[in-house]
Each structure stands twice: as C-alpha cells, then as structure tokens.
C-alpha cells in the first residue's frame, strides 16, 4: 500500500477560473478543486458499490454525501452541468477523461457566466450596432423618401407653374388679338369720321359757296340795279337836252362803279396767292396802306383808330400786298365790332421782340364769346350776316401769316373787346426765308 497526500496536487487547482473533479469509479468525487465537492457522491451507489466501500474503507469512515447537481444535459455536443452552490445554482461546461488503468474520471468545469456574459455583451453589442445601422438605414431611406417626396412636389409645382405661364400667355394672346380687332375698330372708325369730315367740309364748303353767292349776288345786284336806272335817266334828260341834270346821274353812276370797284377789291383782299417770295417789309408802310384801304368803313362806322408804332422798329419778313390784306381785315373786322356801340375804340400797336415783331389790333367792341373763339380761323365761319361777311378773313389771314413764319392769334384785349396779335420774324433775322 502506497498512501499519497494530494492535497498540494489540490492546492494547485485551486484559485484557477475552473474547477476539477475528480471521480472514482462509483461516482465519488475524491479529488476536488472545491473542498465542498469532496466526498460526494455524483450518482446513486449500487448496494455492492457500498459493500465494497465499507469493506475497504476507503474513505475511513466518511459516508459519501450527494453531489449538489441539479441538471446534467448535454447541448450541441456540449456536456453541461448545473449545480447548486453558495451564490445559487451555477452552470459549467463539463470535459472528462476516464484514467482507464484507475478506472476515475477526471473532469474540468468551466463556469459559463463569463462566457455567457461575454455572449450577452457581445450579443447585445451585435444588437446595438444592428439597431445603429437600421436606424442608419432608416434615416437614409426616411431622407431619399423625403428627397423623393419634394422632387415630386418640386416636379409638380414646376408643372403647375408651367401650366399657369401657358394660361398667361394664352390669356395674353387673347388679349393681344383683341388688342389688335380694336386697333383695327379704331382705325376704321378713324377713317369713317376722317370722310364724314370731309363730307361735312365739301357740304360747308357748297354750303358757303351758295352763301357767298347770295351775299354777292346781294352786294352787286344792288348797285348794278341802280347804275342801270341812272343810266337810263341820263339818256332820257340827254335826250331831253338837260345835260347838267344829266351830269348829275352821270356823276352817281361813278360813285356806283366806284361802289361795285371797292366790293371787288374787298373780294380781292381774300384771294391768297401762296408761294410768293418772301421780303422784307416794312411795318408802318403796311399800316398806313390799310388804314387808307380800311379808312372808308373806319369813317362810316365812326370808328377812332390809334396807331402806336414803337420807333426804329425793323422790317419783317412778308409780302407787302398780303401784309396789307390782313390788316385791312383785322381793322374792317375791328370796326365791324364797334359799329353801333358808344365806345368805339380801335389801337394798333408794333414792338419789337427780340429777333421778332408783334403786331397787336385791339378793340372795344363786343369781342369773341369763348364758345366760338375755337372756330373763329376755320373758313367759312362768320357770325355776320348774310351780305355782310364771308367766313374768310381770318382763315386767310391766319395762312398769310404761316407763309410768313409767323402766327396769328386771338388774345386778351385791354380794351374791353377783341384783340389778335400777329407775330412776325424781323428781316435781318429772316434773311434765310427772305432768300427762298
Ligand atoms: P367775317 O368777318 O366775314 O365774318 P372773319 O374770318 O374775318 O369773317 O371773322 C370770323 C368771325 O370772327 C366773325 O364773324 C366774328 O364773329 C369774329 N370776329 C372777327 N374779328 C372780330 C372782332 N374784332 N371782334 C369780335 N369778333 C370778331
């Protein structure tokens, strides 16, 4: 018999993060990392087992207790061992090994919880990064759906934007073609009244002429009427052999002739012959020629006229015939309108104006009421009677004064009743016109 002390063997599996068994071959553990293990007994003993125990005493007089195992299974090819401890039940992953000559098993048990820790961490690790990259995933999808999303907003706005630029356009076309039909409208109404003007002007023009001709046919009828009467008195007293009576008739036929010689150069007053040249005239020679023209109907409407012609006033740019006529017609109209009245007031006035003359006729007669002052240039237009005025004076006169680069217009009278100031070009300023 040999007797051996394992205890320093036992001494050296201790403090390791494994246990050892080791069983003999009745199942008693005899050897033990875990002093508790020791002598215990890891299945049921058969009855020959405690014989033989009892008889070789191989554990003196220790009676085997029971191995605290709660569960022996094995998983996957893996022995496992639960077993009930201080700290509770603990699990271990069992290897064994049979000593074939002694007939003992030795085992190792390593305790899973560090290895099942280990897997939990690593487990939930694998969760965590798992959770970490489907957040990722979701987060990415969740971006490409909202990107997708507002293209599609994007896409449809652009449509939508589109659609209402083509209504635009299609609603500016509209407007553009009706823009263009009332142009049109416009243009053809334009026209439409641009011919009946012209119709109402040939009809006022027939109008006028028919009204000329009665005041014609009014002023030389009677005269004419008269010359034939005298006429025949003085070949009757001729006859008769009364020739002083008869020089008397005679002497009244001349005046007559003279009468009709005045009316036809009244009319030649309003005959117009643009496109003459132009020259250099002189103011005051011009008025004095129509104050003598005029000086007849100044006499019979007992007209006073005062002339102020400011001294060394140039020469203007004209014709000295059509000057004349307009004089003539501003100061026959001048006493026209004073005719009648107790004030009876004509001034003509000259000044010169920088590089041009003005030229005002002013009366105290009834003046130009507004509602006509527009129309009073038009031809044709006369508020005078039949026989007592044409409509022409003016319109020429105004025409005149366009030839001459000047203007004629109707202004405020400081005598209480018409005034038209003429505008002229002074010579040596006019020389270029002169020269046409
Ligand atoms: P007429 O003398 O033959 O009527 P005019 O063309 O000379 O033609 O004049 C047109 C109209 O202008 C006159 O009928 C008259 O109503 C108005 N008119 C012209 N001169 C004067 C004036 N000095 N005072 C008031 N009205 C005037």
């Known amino acids: 018999m040999v007797k051996v002390d394992v205890d320093s063997i036992e001494a050296t599996w201790g403090g ?18 875990e002093p508790a293990w020791l002598f215990s007994r890891t299945r049921p003993m058969t009855p020959e087992g405690v014989a033989a125990l009892a008889a070789t005493r191989r554990y003196a007089n220790e009676t085997p207790s029971t191995f605290p195992l709660v569960s022996d299974e094995t998983l996957r090819g893996l022995r496992l061992w639960r077993v009930e401890g201080e700290g509770g039940v603990g699990e271990y992953a069992v290897v064994s090994q049979l000593m074939p000559g002694a007939g003992w098993t030795l085992s190792v048990l390593q305790d899973t919880a560090p290895a099942r820790a280990q897997a939990l961490t690593v487990t939930i690790g694998a969760v965590l990064a798992l959770a970490l990259i489907g957040m990722a995933l979701a987060a990415v999808r969740q971006r490409r759906a909202r990107l997708r999303d507002r293209l599609v907003m994007q896409a449809a706005a652009q449509a939508q934007l589109e659609a209402r630029v083509e209504e635009r356009t299609r609603e500016l ?17 334009e026209e439409n009244l641009r011919r009946a003007q012209d119709d ?23 005269p004419l009427g008269a010359l034939r009467n005298y006429a025949e008195n003085a070949a009757t007293l001729l006859d008769r052999g009364r020739a002083p009576v008869a020089r008397a008739a005679i002497d009244r036929i001349l005046s007559m002739a003279d009468r009709m010689g005045a009316i036809a150069r009244r009319l030649h007053t309003f005959g117009r012959r643009p496109g003459q040249r132009l020259q250099p ?31 060394g006033l140039p020469c203007v740019i004209g014709g000295p015939v059509r000057m004349q006529q307009v004089l003539v017609n501003l100061l026959t109209n001048a006493a026209d309108a ?4 107790e004030d009876r007031r004509i001034r003509l006035a000259a000044r010169a104006e920088g590089g041009a003359v003005s030229l005002v006729v002013e009366d105290s007669g009834h003046g130009v009421p507004p509602e006509i002052a527009a129309r009073i240039f038009d031809p044709f237009f006369s508020t005078k009677g039949v026989g007592n005025g044409l409509g022409l004076g003016l319109s020429i006169s105004y025409n005149i004064l366009k030839d001459f680069g000047g203007d004629l217009s109707l202004v405020e009278s400081g005598l209480g009743g018409a005034a038209f100031r003429l505008d002229l070009q002074a010579a040596e300023v006019g020389t270029r016109l002169a020269a046409e």
């Not at 027939?206 to 030389?220: D, I, N, P, R, T």
């Not at 020679?285 to 002339?307: D, F, H, M, P, S």
């Not at 004073?338 to 009245?341: D, I, K, L, M, T």
Request: net charge negative.
């Open 281 to 311: 005239v002189d103011i005051t020679e011009a008025v004095e020629a129509a104050r003598e023209i005029a000086g007849a109907r100044l006499k019979q409407t007992g007209a006073t006229l005062e002339i102020d012609i400011s001294e």
């Open 200 to 222: 109402l002007v040939q009809a006022a023009k027939l109008a006028a002429l028919g009204q000329m001709s009665a005041a014609l046919g009014h002023e030389v009828n009677q």
């Open 338 to 341: 004073v005719a009648g009245r």
């Open 173 to 189: 076309a509209e407007v553009n073609r009706a823009l263009g039909a009332e142009v049109a409208e416009r243009r053809q109404a």
């Open 16 to 33: 390791q993060d494994y246990r050892v068994v080791t069983l003999d071959p009745e199942g008693v553990v005899f050897l033990s990392s």
